[in-house]
């Protein structure tokens, strides 16, 4: 199993990647995300 999540800025540019394969803890994919996302919206 593959998973990749992109966190794109309001721009449109893509400011972080994340790639996991295997089975990894979707909750720890999913909390990395949302903490880039928090910084990027302040």
Do not use: C, L, P
């Amino acid at each position: 199993m593959k998973r990749i999540t992109f966190v794109i800025d309001g721009k449109g540019v893509i400011r972080h990647i994340y790639y996991y394969e295997g089975r990894g803890n979707v909750a720890d994919h999913v909390s990395e995300a949302y903490d880039a996302v928090k910084q990027i919206v302040g």
